[in-house]
């Protein structure tokens, strides 16, 4: 049995499979998830589990080294606002684009991760880094 890492299989296999650059979606429930992009469905209940969580979770074994956030979240949701600021300082780099963008720059990611998190905008579209 993992010891370290990410448990949940599906994500385990699909971090391990990443690339420079290569970008997965943390969503919240009510994002659409594209055709054809793989989708690992966390939500258990409304809320459950929340979009923070499930990102820190993947941050612990993930080399990420851009964001991407829908730009309507900072008049809609202030937590998620204090999220990109925690992963700025982190040293990610952000990038800010309206939310019709966010979602068609999801067709291009290789695995969207649902979460249970039923507040607006609660989405970050995660872009791999190198860990050398």
Same mark, same amino acid.
């Given at each position: ?9 599906? +994500? ?7 690339? $420079? ?18 989708? +690992? ?57 309206? $939310? ?12 969207? +991760? ?19």
């Amino acid at each position: 049995m993992k010891k370290l890492g990410h448990l949940n299989r599906d +994500i385990a296999r699909v971090l391990a499979g990443m690339g $420079h650059t290569d970008s997965l979606v943390i969503a919240d429930c009510g994002l659409p998830i594209p055709a054809g992009v793989e989708c +690992i469905d966390l939500a258990l209940a409304l809320g459950e589990p929340g979009f923070a969580r499930v990102l820190d979770t993947v941050l612990a074994d993930f080399q990420c080294e851009r964001a991407v956030f829908a730009d309507e979240c900072r008049a809609h949701n202030p937590a998620v606002v204090e999220t990109a600021a925690a992963l700025s300082r982190q040293g990610v780099a952000l990038e800010w684009v309206s $939310h019709e963008a966010f979602k068609q720059r999801c067709q291009a990611a290789r695995v969207v +991760i649902r979460t249970g998190e039923c507040t607006p905008y609660a989405n970050v579209i995660l872009h791999s880094g190198v860990i050398f």
